[in-house]
């Protein structure tokens, strides 16, 4: 069974950083796309971050230049780094690991909570 378990989320001053982690355990870690998104209330859930089995790299155009998608293979862990976060970037990370192959699977965590206040 796969779990998929975010962590780091908190409460942060505006200007501050966070380092979300996603650690991932049941599968094989290497062969899926990670992807964080957010959702704030009242919000639909958006995609902020991507990083593909090859380590390429997608951003939202709001998080570019702040946030950093990253991911260990060995440690099957998917981090974001978000840094210089304003009161917009509050919410609910959520944790996606996804692949598109002739066996589709997509798996999500539970989220971690983001809030960015003075």
């Known amino acids: 069974q796969v779990h998929i378990v975010e962590s780091g989320g908190g409460l942060v001053q505006p200007g501050g950083s966070l380092r979300l982690s996603c650690e991932v355990s049941g599968t094989i870690f290497s062969i899926y796309d990670m992807c964080w998104y957010r959702q704030a209330p009242g919000n639909q859930r958006e995609g902020v971050a991507m990083?593909?089995?090859?380590?390429?790299?997608v951003y939202v155009d709001s998080v570019k230049g702040r946030f950093t998608i990253s991911r260990d293979n060995a440690e099957s862990t998917a981090y974001l780094q978000m840094n210089s976060l304003n009161p917009e970037d509050s919410g609910v990370y959520y944790c996606?690991?996804?692949?598109?192959?002739?066996?589709?699977?997509?798996?999500w965590g539970r989220g971690t909570q983001v809030t960015v206040s003075s």
């Open positions: 990083i593909t089995v090859n380590g390429s790299t």
């Open positions: 996606n690991a996804d692949k598109q192959d002739d066996d589709p699977r997509s798996f």
